[in-house]
């Protein structure tokens, strides 16, 4: 496979890369032939250029420069129709619910991909800990999926993907002060790090954004409340992985980053592509990012006076993303990391947690009038329902249960009054 080399790549100029609308919009994939990694592909690039036009639209309006802002407006245009062109190969007759396993089929390989390569402990953590919930989102969407269309989830994930319960999503709702993370040192993070953190940001935060936008489309009522429930924990998800970058990182220095990732991401999906045509896609877009990443390194230099040699400090980033099965990797985790919780941003076992954790109080609270992605399993087959029966699974939700049962008894004791 093909080294991402980017001080070496080829680029397009950026007066050369807007398109008419004929260009922009390109032919649908055929859903019912399509590779499932060539759908994931299609999805995770979306997510990437979506994440870049929104940082380059907030930066924007934190910025007092017109060159700037002029500069950063040519390449957010460009990213823009790049956006719509891959978006675009999405198919109308893909229904919401189909294209939802493939973003959850995006989030769980995605994922692993990222925790298998990378460098700082803290970060694989984080990633691992969120793998275990959108593996669980597959298999809850696909009960869905059965409820609503009849449809076999493997029509989607084409067996590359395992579909049963992982930690629960009824566990996942946590208080907003469970979701606060450690960030990486910008000065000694490896450029893989950095790569991944924009890349998993993008991928959670594009899918945040499909639920809440999508949701509300349906009319059986279950459909809207287990798209809601989700999409809350992708807000979470979003939060926990953005609090991972250094907010010390200047404006100018993120937005050289998300260029490079942009190039990196689409370099990486060229290698493994079976699809010609889409393949092509992919190696023209990436050049396409290296002329925006080298003009946002001319931005640093010209108004920081650094190098953007000293920023990545590698000339080859590796190992690329590259989208294929982990089943034994899901398993391991599943069987090591099941009850971890996050706390105090650290992960610590359901049983070492104190009964002051902030997050028992939440889900009691959200919890408490059903629970949509529990009530879903039971109007799916049979087969598809006994995925949910694991021993491991059960014992967890027991636990949780009894403790948050425990701790919300306790607390209404010291608040009652005393004779």
């Known amino acids: 496979m093909a080294q991402f080399r ?21 032919s649908p994939y055929d859903k019912k032939s399509v590779d499932a990694y060539t759908r994931t592909r299609v999805i995770l690039m979306n997510g990437i250029e979506n994440a870049s036009v929104l940082m380059s639209h907030a930066m924007e ?13 040519a390449m957010r245009r460009a990213d823009s129709m790049q956006q719509q062109t891959v978006n675009w190969l999405n198919p109308a007759n893909q229904t919401i619910i189909e294209t939802t396993l493939g973003y959850e089929q995006v989030a769980v390989d995605l994922t692993a991909n990222l925790a298998k390569n990378e460098p700082d402990p803290y970060v694989k ?16 969407y696909s009960c869905l999926y059965d409820y609503m269309e009849g449809g076999d989830p493997e029509f989607i994930v084409q067996g590359k993907t395992e579909v049963k319960a992982a930690r629960p999503t009824v566990a996942h709702h946590r208080h907003p002060d469970d979701t606060m993370r450690k960030h990486y040192d910008k000065d000694t993070a490896d450029i893989k790090t950095k790569m991944n953190y924009l890349t998993i940001v993008a991928g959670e935060q594009q899918t945040e954004l499909f639920y809440k936008s999508h949701g509300f489309m349906y009319s059986d009522e279950l ?4 798209y809601s429930e989700i999409a809350d924990v992708e807000e979470e998800h979003v939060t926990q992985y953005g609090l991972l970058g250094d907010p010390r990182e200047t404006m100018l220095e993120k937005s050289a980053l998300m260029q490079l990732c942009e190039a990196y991401i689409y370099f990486s999906c060229a290698q493994t592509e079976t699809d010609p045509r889409i393949k092509a896609i992919w190696e023209d877009f990436a050049k396409m990012e290296i002329s925006h990443f080298e003009g946002c390194a001319d931005l640093l230099e010209k108004y920081e006076g650094r190098d953007i040699r000293d920023i990545v400090k590698a000339d080859i980033i590796e190992p690329l993303v590259v989208f294929e099965s982990n089943k034994d990797y899901l398993n391991k985790v599943i069987d090591e990391q099941l009850d971890l ?19 028992f109080k939440f889900q009691w609270k959200v919890n408490r009038a059903g629970v949509p992605s529990e009530e879903v399993v039971g109007k799916a087959n049979s087969e598809l329902a006994k995925r949910d029966q694991a021993e491991n699974v059960k014992q967890f939700k027991r636990q949780l249960s009894e403790r948050t049962q425990n701790v919300m008894s306790s607390q209404r004791e010291k608040m009652m009054p005393r004779p």
């Not at 790549?9 to 919009?25: A, H, L, R, Y």
């Not at 990633?127 to 809850?140: C, G």
């Not at 996050?342 to 070492?352: D, V």
Request: hydrophobic share 40%; no cysteine; proline share 5%.
């Open 6 to 26: 980017p001080f070496e790549m080829d680029s397009i100029p950026i007066e050369e890369q807007f398109m008419n609308w004929k260009e922009i919009v390109k």
């Open 341 to 359: 919780m996050p706390s105090n941003m650290e992960y610590k076992r359901l049983s070492e947690l104190s009964d002051q954790w902030a997050s």
């Open 125 to 140: 953590q984080t990633l691992d800990f969120a793998l275990l919930e959108d593996f669980d989102h597959l298999y809850r």
């Open 223 to 226: 459909a809207r409340q287990l």
């Open 61 to 73: 309006r934190m910025t007092v420069d017109p060159e700037i802002k002029r500069q950063m407006a």
